[in-house]
């Protein structure tokens, strides 16, 4: 059960490949037709493409976790819809017009403590009321598309909110300066960076401690673990719980790199918790491979500037959809995974 | 949910839906409206007058077409998430092809007809073939339903979004809008004089509704679909491929949007605009087909429900500075409570009502 590198890559070397294959395809392909490539795979385009993968990345890791414990949280998108939005309310009501890089952390902690309250609830239609969790978490993206820019028109009269507040770049001094990675690493938002931490942290917990080894026998095999006295259902509800806060993360991140919220059509959040769904398929359940896959999705998210500035003819609407397109073939090609072997059964215990 | 009666679901339904308003009622007056004026409003704005009736029955007709797409796909086991898009594909499909058509057939009640007919053709194959490919995604390549046919969703949107923008853009249209269809491609206006909605509408999908529930209930397809959903060992074993289960509910699932997109498209549109401002009828349905405990005929009550609030919704927008994101919420909120059925079963045991579980 524990897992290092080495093994990972030898239990997915198809998936590596492929993914490497389709890499070396797109260059291939890009060098045959004369595309500038020089200009699409920028500096900036990486920076930009690790901010848009943050949000993607945070909500994997939370619904990955929740999967391993044998709950499946479908909700993901909604939450981070509550996310997003409950940030720019607080930065809004704390800051004003003209909030501060202060204002926004206080808002975004807020919005995280929120949606602690929203998923232990979610948690306990869940576990306790044993809800169908498919429908459940379809739910909770219908309750946020209604609500989220409900709380917009109530503060700002409009489903958009208005130009409020975005993270500042954080540089380290000296090491900003290197080449390439300077910019990429050292120049940055924090928030990719704490993406990058907590991407480790879950792995660590995962794999190596004794909460990881409980929440995957919670997933995997309830009654050894009741067996062994631990209550299974305690932890599924830790899992849904840190899902929740992680996917409310997720939604925060979003907006303190976009600056104000949008809630016409599908919202800012725009598919990202369910792209965040097919990311952790993607990385095996793997929290490295999920942030991992959440990079390529963001990547793909960020082409459109690439093109833009590269002068590549292609209309705009179109190359957007890149992403959901590439979930629909990355599921069709890897869809088989191994779910853990108890998610979506509720479990009770005999005694 | 399987093994509650019929009239326990009956109570599950009217309870969750009470239960969500109530919510509601509880958001109207913590941010600081006037809840008494708000139920008002939702009964005034639903069925107050004849135009209000009129509304309400034009949003009907098309969740009773979205709704049954949604409840037969759910009744064989399989999420389709994605009747938005088939919607969307659909209607699209009949405003082009009767475009396309118009030049080449009579003006007049003959022609339209016709047009409106062969739209609605095209509609049914698009919206089939749209809903065949996660089907087949499903079925040969392990990939989840519910998550490509959400992006298939964003992807329908975007690329017809993309085509009324640009290639099928109306001659000097400012918006990005096909064209108009002529003025004999319309359903009669009858008993209501609403340019949105016509009897003829409502008449189409509640006898659309009566033979898929014939179809789901006295037919072999229909027989293997819900065995197929419900014990799958047991359909399996009485010779049905599963896999070519999964394609064909889809498929079929995929052609009832399609219906819902022509009659969306020929009755409220007359014309196509960009979808990402188009209603989320695919979605709502999703609450309907719950509601109505994915049963075709439970359909046709349920969609009246939902046609009023968004009626009330429409007539709240107009006449009150409240929000009208918060009708959507509650919508959610029933379809939220509906996935709990054992949180009233458990609370009516507690007040004694009800029988014993098992």
Do not use: C
């Amino acid at each position: 059960m524990s897992a290092s590198v080495g093994d990972y890559v030898e239990g997915n070397s198809l998936r590596l490949g492929g993914a490497l294959g389709v890499v070396a395809l797109a260059v291939v392909a890009a060098l045959s037709l004369d595309v500038p490539l020089g200009e699409i795979v920028t500096v900036g385009f990486v920076e930009r493409s690790l901010q848009a993968a943050t949000p993607i990345a945070l909500a994997a890791i939370g619904g990955l976790y929740a999967e391993k414990s044998g709950v499946f949280n479908i909700g993901l998108e909604g939450f981070m819809i509550f996310g997003a939005v409950n940030t720019a309310m607080l930065v809004w009501l704390v800051g004003g017009s003209s909030p501060t890089q202060g204002d926004l952390a206080v808002a975004m902690v807020g919005a995280v403590l929120v949606s602690l309250v929203y998923a232990l609830v979610f948690a306990v239609f869940l576990i306790r009321y044993q809800a169908n969790q498919i429908v459940a978490g379809l739910a909770v993206w219908f309750i946020g598309l209604g609500f989220g820019p409900f709380t917009a028109v109530l503060l700002w009269g409009n489903r958009n909110s208005p130009g409020l507040v975005s993270v500042q770049d954080v540089t380290v001094p000296v090491l900003a300066d290197l080449p390439v990675v300077g910019p990429i690493l050292f120049d940055t938002s924090p928030l990719v960076l704490l993406t990058a931490v907590v991407a480790v942290a879950a792995w660590v917990v995962l794999y190596r401690t004794k909460y990881g080894y409980w929440l995957q026998a919670a997933g995997e095999n309830p009654e050894a673990l009741d067996t062994a006295g631990v209550d299974v259902n305690r932890v599924r509800y830790a899992a849904v719980i840190f899902s929740g806060i992680l996917a409310g993360l997720a939604g925060a991140v979003l907006l303190a790199h976009a600056g104000s919220f949008t809630g016409t059509g599908d919202t800012m959040v725009d598919g990202r918790g369910w792209i965040g769904i097919v990311a952790y398929l993607f990385g095996n359940y793997n929290p490295l491979g999920a942030a991992a896959a959440a990079l390529l999705f963001g990547g793909l998210d960020m082409l459109q500037i690439q093109f833009q500035t590269a002068g590549i003819e292609l209309p705009n609407r179109l190359v957007s959809l890149f992403p959901y397109i590439a979930v629909v073939v990355v599921l069709s090609v890897w869809g088989s995974t191994r779910m853990p072997a108890a998610v979506g059964e509720p479990y009770e215990s005999e005694d | 949910m399987l093994s509650a009666s019929a009239l326990q679901r009956l109570g599950i339904a009217v309870a969750s839906t009470g239960l969500a308003l109530l919510v509601g009622l509880v958001v109207v007056a913590a941010t600081g409206y006037d809840p008494v004026q708000f139920l008002v409003d939702v009964f005034e704005g639903s069925f107050g007058d004849s135009t209000a009736t009129a509304r309400t029955l034009k949003f009907t007709t098309i969740f009773v077409l979205t709704g049954v797409a949604v409840a037969v796909a759910f009744r064989a086991g399989v999420f389709n998430i994605g009747v938005q898009g088939q919607f969307v594909v659909g209607g699209f499909a009949t405003i082009v092809t009767i475009l396309w058509l118009a030049p080449f057939l009579p003006g007049g009640a003959v022609g339209g007809v016709a047009l409106m007919a062969l739209g609605t053709v095209a509609a049914v194959l698009a919206g089939g073939a749209y809903a065949a490919i996660p089907g087949l995604l499903k079925a040969y390549a392990d990939a989840n339903e519910i998550i490509t046919t959400i992006m298939l969703n964003f992807i329908a949107v975007g690329v017809v979004g993309f085509l009324v923008e640009g290639p099928f853009r109306g001659e000097g249209n400012r918006a990005p809008n096909t064209a108009r269809l002529p003025e004999y491609v319309d359903l009669p206006r009858l008993v209501y004089d609403n340019p949105d909605f016509s009897v003829v509408g409502l008449a189409v999908a509640v006898v659309t509704v009566v033979i898929v529930a014939f179809v789901v209930g006295r037919t072999r397809f229909g027989y293997d679909l819900v065995t197929s959903g419900r014990q799958e060992a047991a359909a399996t074993f009485s010779g049905v491929d599963p896999d070519r289960m999964v394609v064909a509910t889809m498929t079929f699932s995929g052609m009832l949007a399609g219906v819902a997109g022509a009659v969306f498209a020929i009755m409220i549109q007359g014309y196509y605009s960009d979808p990402s401002g188009v209603a989320t009828y695919g979605f709502d349905a999703i609450a309907v087909s719950l509601l109505a405990a994915n049963n075709p005929l439970g359909v046709v009550p349920a969609s009246l429900l939902f046609g009023g609030l968004d009626s009330a919704g429409s007539h709240i927008s107009i006449n009150s500075d409240l929000p009208v994101q918060l009708i959507d919420g509650i919508i959610g909120l029933v379809v939220l409570f509906v996935a709990a059925p054992e949180l009233f079963r458990m609370a009516a045991e507690r007040v004694g009502l009800g029988e014993d579980r098992r």
